[in-house]
Structure formats: structure tokens, C-alpha cells
């Protein structure tokens, strides 16, 4: 025996909303959806709750990868290619079942889970700009011309232009998806009513970072900084050791007595 309710409540109170309609099945196996549906000029929801007697299958989300080579040396392994000995119908039964077992146990041998990427995306156009921005970088550290002081801070305003823009679009996006028959709409305005922890906002040598695209930028930089290799050579200091070596091993002037 299941319980069912819709993924939203069906009865809305002034400063409440409860899920008040349920329904029971037992020894059903197909697929089925329940939603409630907000059409009604009340505060009780009707709930629709519809079984597909008729379906396809669903796609498998989960990414696989099946090594045929494995595949094919499992099989070499387990099944023994010599005619069999099939006298009626049970025999046929009994090898064929076998053979099954054999494809499917090999398939499961030669078949693993990809993972799927867990990485921040960066929009194309940001990825380049960034690219750029470090090439600069590095020039304006070398070189400290002032023209590409210049330059720096203009790919910093744009990225950030860049980034705000994108982050505005994907929200536009999200709301315009949102769906009250789905329940994603309640979902939605259940998150947003909820009080959340603020994340601090990162430091690093561009500003701060607000977002996570660029925290993540903000992080690598500062990674790639802490293993690199310090730059020791500092020509003011060695001047200044040099021409105090020099003084020190120079001899002192003759003075004549009387």
C-alpha cells in the first residue's frame, strides 16, 4: 500500500498552507502523476491524479560507459560454444535463460558510471575575457606600464558587467520555466521565503567576488599565486647591497701625519 500527495499543497490559509488531499493505491507498478491544481476561485486546491496505462519508457538520466573488449572476453570466459545437447522444451528454456544471464551479467561486468561534472559553468565570452584579463596581468607586473594599468581595469569592469548580465538572464530564465501544475512554482517561492546563510564575498587581487563564477576565478588565482615560484631578484635591493660591498672592501684614504 503507497500514499500519494501532490509535490504543492492543496489548502492555503491566511498565513499557512497544508497538504490536505491524499490517495491510496496498493499493487499498481505503472506510472502515475498527482498535482494539484490551482483553477479555482477558493482556498482548497483540487487535485488531479492521472495513471498512464499507456507509456514508454523513460530515459535513463545516469551517464553509462560499456567497454565492449571487456564485454567480449567475459563472454570468451563464461559460455561454452559447443552444440548443446536440447532434447525438448525445457532444454530450450534452460539455455536460453542461461544465455541471457550470460549477456546481461557481462554488460554489467564491461559497464560503469560516468560521473558528471560538478565545475562552475563560465560563459564562453567570460572564459575569454578572463584569459585575457591574465595575460595583461602578468604584462602589467612585468612591465608596470600605466597604459596597461589601463587596460586591466577595463577587462575587470567588463567581466563583471559580463557576469551580472549572464546571472540576470539565468533568473529571468528560471522564473519564466516556473510552473504551477509541476509545483515548481511553490518550490521556488518556498526557497526564497526561506532565510538563507549569506555567503561572505571573496577578496582577491581583483576586488571582491560576488558571484560563484568569479569566486571560483578569484580561487584559482590565488592558488596558482601560493605555487608558483617567489621572485627573488628585487634590482633596488642589490643595488643597494652591492654599492655597500663595494664602500666596505674599498681601501681607506692615506692621511699624513705631522
Known sequence: MEILEPPSPTRFGFNSATILDLSVIKDFILPFSIISLPELYSDHNPVKLTFQLKFTTLHNSVTTHTDWTKFQNYLKNQIDYRPLNINNNTDIEIAVEKFTK??????RFATKTVKKSTAT???ANIKDLIKTRNKTKK??????????KTELNRIEKLIKKLDKSNRQND?????????TEDGTLWRKAKIMRKKEQKIPALL???GFAYSDSIKAET?????????SLNDLSHRETENEVKKSTE??????PLTNNH
Open 102 to 107: 550470460n549477456l546481461q551479467n557481462a554488460h
Open 121 to 123: 559553468y563560465i560563459n
Open 139 to 148: 604584462a602589467w607586473q612585468t612591465l608596470r606600464n600605466p597604459l596597461i
Open 171 to 179: 533568473q529571468t530564465e528560471e522564473l519564466e520555466a516556473l510552473n
Open 204 to 206: 582577491g587581487e581583483n
Open 219 to 227: 580561487i584559482a588565482l590565488s592558488l596558482e599565486k601560493q605555487f
Open 247 to 252: 664602500n666596505f672592501s674599498s681601501p681607506l
